[in-house]
Each structure stands twice: as C-alpha cells, then as structure tokens.
C-alpha cells in the first residue's frame, strides 16, 4: 500500500498569538495540542450535532506550518464517520481509511477545526470511538501530555426503519398550538454544523407559572405504559428578568394527559445562548390516551427569548433495549476561542497553591489500624503518600478533625498534623462547625437529647442545651487541641480554618440557637486559633450550578458577618459539580468576581467532577477549564480536590477520583498534574 501525500483542506478559523486558555502566551517556537468542542455525538440523524476538535498552534504565529495527526479509535473511516473536509496523506488498514493527516496553518493563524461527522450506517454495532493523536515532527513541539490526543465517541443507535416506524411529530408536521403572552416568528440559521436552516423564535412576557405559555401538540396515538419515548430538539436562550450569573433561559417538555390528575412525565432543561441539541428520554410510567393527552414545550419560566428547531417526538414501544441515544452533556464557554479565555488573561499573583484532601486511615496508624484491616504500612498507602508529596502543596485532613470523630478519638487528627508538619504541607482545618444537628459529623446523642429536652422542658431550655453544646465544642475541639506553632516558627500547625461548614446547606441548627450565637462562637474560635490562622465559611452549590442557588443566599450570610465585624478571612467553595448540570465558565467566573468584591481571599476547598452523564474527554475539558480559570483569578489563591484516588473518594462509584483502584491515571487527572507542573514552572 503507497503512501498518499496530499494536503489536507480544512475549514479554518485564524487569530493572532494571544492569551491561550487564560494565560498570556508569548511569540516564540510553536507548540501544538489538540482542544475537543465537542467530544460525544450519535450516529443516528437528528439526535445531535458530530464531533468537533480545534487543532491549536501556540508561540510564534509568523510562519506556515504543518501539523500531523494520526487517527485511531474503534470507528472505521468513512464506513462509521468522516473528517469534514480532509484528506489522508498515509493509510494503514484499507486504502480509504486514514491513518496520519496533515493540518496546514498558513501564517497568523492560531487555530483549525477539524470537524467528526457520523455516518447512519443502519447498523447496531454499540458505542464507537475515533481518536485523534498528534505526531511529533520537525517545526513544532508537542503540548503538555492532556492535550496529545483527544477521544470522540459515537454512540446513539436507531434503526431508520425504527425511526420511521416510530415518529410520532416531527417537524415538517403540523406547527403546534402557541398559548400565552409571546411574539412568534420564523427565523433563519446559517451554521455549517446544525442539521436545519428554519427555526421559531418566541419572546416569552412574564409568567409565574411554566404552563402559561408554550407550544403543545395534541398526541395522534395513544401512549402505552412502558413505551420507550424520545423527545429531541435544538434549543437556546436568554433570560432578561434576572441577573446574568443566575439566568439561564429555561423550557420544560411534559408528555401529559389534559385532564384529571394530569399524569405524565416530564423534564426542565436549562437553555445556553448557542444552540445545542437537547433530549427528553423517558419508559412512560402511565397511558395517555389518543384525543385526551397532549406534548408541550413549556416557556413560562419569565421573560426570555428562546429559538426552538427539529423537534421531533418518537414512541418505540416497548422492550426497546438497543442504543436509544441519551442525553449529551456539556458546558458553555468550552471552545477554543471563548471569550472567556481571552478576557480572564493570567494575573500576576503570587499565592496560588494546589492541594487535596487526605483521609487520615492512609497517614495515621491509629485510623489505619481502627480501620477494617486497612494500615498505613501497605503498598496502597505508601503510593498514596508519595502521589501527595510529589503533586500537592497543601491538604485538608478530610474527616478526623470533625466534633465526633474528635471527641471519639483525636488520635488521627493529631498524627495527621504531624505527618503534614514532617512533610512542611500546609493542612487546612475541616471544620469547627457544621450547622446540621441530627446527622454527622455532630455527635450522635446532640438531636435526641435536644429532642428530649424540648419535649419535657420547652423551647428555650431546648435552645440553651443546643447552644451550651456547641459552646462546649468551640472550646475543646480540633482548633484549640492543634493550635500552635510549627518548631521555632511563628507558622501556625493549621493554615486554615473552615470555622463554619455549609452555613447555607445545613442551618437548622442556627435556626435553632440564632445566628447571634453562631457570630459570638465564630468569635470565640477566633480568640483561641493562632493568630495566623485564617478563618473561612465553606459552601456548596454556589459555583457548581447553573443557576449558582446559594450565591445570593451565601452574600447574604458574608454581608451579616461584615456588618457584625464577623472574624472571616475567607470563602471556600466546594465545587463538588454534577456532570448532568455543569455551569458554564462564564457563569462561575461573575460568581468568583461578586464574592472578590467583597476584598476576602477564594479557595476552591472540595473540587470534584463525576463522569456519570458525560464522556472522560468532556469530565477532563471542564477540569482544565475550572482550573484555569481559577488560576487566572487575582482573588483565588488556593485549590483543593477533594481526594484523588478511587480507593478512598467519596464519589468513587460515580468515576470522580483521577486515579483508578489499580492507580491508572485517568484523564482529567492528566490535566490536573499538567496544571501543577505549569504552576510550578512559573
């Protein structure tokens, strides 16, 4: 088989050397790495747009230059997919299928797209990958090890004659019926990678209620309990009532029957401002009987301008067990020239440090030895030790400082102190208090004893017992017992302090005593921690949602510190973000500038992503782009992952840990120890 030297045609888009990823680049030899937009796709027609990968030369942008990938992957060229346009320059298994491509940047250009189409083959073969690696050679060099290759999968499988079969409303079909205060009109798309040139746009008035305004369609069949039902469209939107950073444009899809209880099944989905496709995959749990029921896009969720195009609503029936596509998942400001990365250029602070969270049974001998046969001595801990020392500049001891893991036995904490004194890491303290009264980490006898107390005394004699306990706590807990200084230094043993856990998550027991009280402990704590310590309020939810719910509530809570003279030097946000509802970056960005705004320090203390409901290459994407994003920050000065290994992580059957039980590391915790080595070559 001859080699074919072609040159490789691509649709290109160009731009001068400027910030790359958040950070300033300066002119100089080119490096080159890959960057995925979009990282999942289906074969099946009308489910979803196909793959696409940014090519991305770094550095010195003067000159033409050639860059060679080299294609591999489970999916078979030009029978399961193409690259749109290109052409192979050498071929390995079949003459039309490629195996290196050349990319060709003339000079000035920064960037090209190459885009990963699938092909309907007819064919249930179940998911497939294309993966795409960049080959050394003269003129460039490779980028840091997580941008070498990126993977594309293709899965979503429908037989054309079971989408015939089973196409219910489609979008050459009857337009539905409008209902409510909009403005509705037909408008035209010109986008190279969407399946539709039409569209509607609706100018949705203010609503209280979902179902006041919307679009329905009146089911031309009946609907049977068990049917296997697939609602797709394409969707974006703005919000205009609410503020930018809690405002995405919102829709719900309800399949219904139009009268009685009104059962049926339904599902809201947050709307970006770019179109992207969006599916409603449902087993109906009840009938909708044909003349009585109904499907409705429901747009009442406030003023907001929404586009909607090639909905379509599918019924297989039952016992469907093959390749339904499923929802794809992803996040706003993913694309090589978001302007977010240009916008947030690196600061030039001077304390950003990385850490995780360390569970102590891997440390001290004390936990290991009260721990199911688990012992500090084994090959497992000493690789856990020795990814800790090697990679982090500081962690947070994750449990053993609790009230009942203190007072139960201090043993664990006070060795993991030790241990990260010997191994000069900085340890951040986790937590005085957690306002959750009848769970952990409070003791188990704090609830029933308040219980009994206010049962048999009253709501004030209840009200003292709560607040006489946690007063007791303040003064003997993990804060006083590890304060001091490190050898001869004026260091303080715990760096931090997150004196108050979840004040917005967990505030019935403020509720309770008053949160006069909970400023009072916080003042207390604060005459008995080092001087040195800071002391920090930690909170979830509040950059790990699109919709960012507790920011409003937790600025609430910083405001009342500040006008009380609260002692707070910091916030800590936990990031513990969900991979079905990722924000957008821009998102968390207005939230980290409206809490800087407030001159406290920002740590990310708890940052984990699961892989349930998104591909590996998308969980390690959004990783690199919190990650830079956070180091571009001015008002972020540290970083902690909440755990690393799956054989000690909270979220470990959800794919959250960056190295695997057998220590495999996986993708996005490639991109965490590219992040560090960057870090610590500044």
């Known amino acids: 088989m001859n080699a074919m030297r072609w040159m490789v045609c691509l649709a ?6 400027g910030p790359v990823d ?56 030009d029978v399961d997919y193409t690259l749109a346009p290109i052409i192979p320059i050498t071929t390995s298994r079949s003459e039309n299928e490629p195996s290196d491509v050349r990319v060709h940047f003339e000079p000035g250009q920064r960037f090209a797209r190459v885009f990963i189409k699938p092909i309907d083959d007819d064919v249930g073969e179940g998911p497939e990958s294309v993966r795409l690696e960049l080959k050394a ?25 079971a989408r015939s079969n089973g196409l219910v409303i489609g979008p050459s079909d009857r337009q539905p019926d409008w209902v409510g205060d909009m403005q509705v009109s037909a408008i035209n798309v010109d986008e190279a990678d969407l399946p539709f040139s039409k569209a509607t746009e609706i100018l949705v008035g203010s609503h209280t209620n979902p179902w006041d305004a919307g679009a329905v369609w009146r089911l031309p069949r009946t609907f049977s309990e068990g049917d296997e039902v697939l609602v797709c469209f394409f969707a974006k939107g703005t919000r205009s ?28 989905f947050d709307l970006t401002g770019r179109w992207r496709p969006y599916l409603f995959r449902v087993t109906m749990s009840s009938n909708l009987p044909l003349g009585r029921s109904s499907l409705s896009f429901r747009l009442g969720h406030g003023r907001q301008r929404i586009a909607l195009a090639d909905w379509r609503l599918w019924n297989f029936g039952r016992g469907w067990d ?9 996040y706003e400001g993913r694309d090589v020239d978001a302007a977010w990365r240009t916008e947030r250029a690196s600061s030039d602070k001077t304390q950003y440090e990385i850490g995780t969270a360390v569970n102590a049974k891997w440390v001290s001998p004390s936990a290991a030895n009260a721990g199911a046969g688990r012992k500090s001595t084994t090959s497992d801990a000493e690789r856990y030790r020795s990814i800790v020392l090697r990679y982090f500049d500081r962690i947070t001891d994750e449990n053993s400082q609790q009230w009942a893991m203190w007072v139960n036995n201090p043993a664990p904490a006070t060795e993991m102190a030790a241990w990260a004194v010997r191994n000069k890491l900085k340890l951040r303290g986790h937590s005085v208090m957690w306002g959750d009264p009848v769970g952990w980490p409070s003791p188990p006898d704090l609830w029933k004893t308040y219980q009994r107390t206010l049962e048999s005394e009253g709501e004030q004699a209840g009200v003292f017992y709560l607040r006489n306990r946690v007063a007791e706590h303040v003064r003997n807990n993990s ?18 302090w997150d004196v108050v856990n979840h004040p917005i998550l967990y505030d019935q027991m403020w509720d309770i005593t008053g949160w006069e009280f909970l400023r009072a402990a916080i003042r207390e704590a604060r005459t008995l921690a080092h001087p040195a310590t800071k002391f920090f309020i930690n909170e979830d939810q509040v950059l ?6 507790n920011a409003a509530p937790l600025a609430s809570v910083v405001e009342q510190f500040i006008d009380h003279q609260v002692p707070i030097d910091g916030i800590g946000f936990q990031s513990h973000f969900k991979s079905q509802q990722l924000p957008s970056i821009d998102g968390i960005g207005e939230v980290l500038d409206r809490f800087a705004a407030y001159g406290w320090q920002l740590h990310i203390t708890e940052f984990d992503i699961d892989n349930v409901a998104i591909d590996d290459q998308t969980q390690a994407d959004f990783t690199r782009d919190f990650l830079d994003l956070c180091a571009a920050h001015p008002a972020v000065t540290a970083f902690i992952v909440w755990g690393f290994w799956e054989g000690e992580h909270w979220r470990s059957s959800e794919g959250a840990a960056m190295w695997t039980t057998q220590w495999k590391l996986r993708p996005h915790g490639q991109v965490l120890l590219d992040h560090i080595a960057l870090e610590k070559s500044r």
Do not use: M, W
Request: proline content about 6%.
């Open 12 to 17: 290109v888009a160009c731009l001068v050397a």
């Open 22 to 77: 958040g950070r300033l680049v300066e002119a100089g030899p080119a490096t080159v790495r890959l960057h995925a937009e979009v990282s999942e796709t289906h074969e099946a027609e009308h489910f979803a747009i196909g793959g696409r990968v940014a090519v991305v030369r770094d550095g010195d942008l003067s000159e033409s230059l050639d860059v060679i990938l080299h294609i591999k992957g489970t999916a078979t060229y």
């Open 137 to 161: 050679a003269d003129g460039y060099q490779l980028g840091p090890p997580s941008t070498r290759s990126v993977v594309i999968t293709i899965a979503g499988e429908v037989s054309r004659s």
């Open 241 to 268: 009532d609410l503020p930018a950073d809690n405002a995405p444009a919102r829709l719900t899809v309800r399949l219904q029957v139009d009268g009685g209880n009104y059962d049926g099944e339904e599902q809201t």
């Open 322 to 330: 093959f390749g339904l596509p499923k929802p794809i998942h992803s």
């Open 479 to 496: 804060l006083v017992g590890l304060n001091g200084t490190i050898g001869d230094s004026d260091r303080p043993i715990i760096s931090e």
């Open 544 to 549: 790990s949602s699109p919709t960012h719910q």
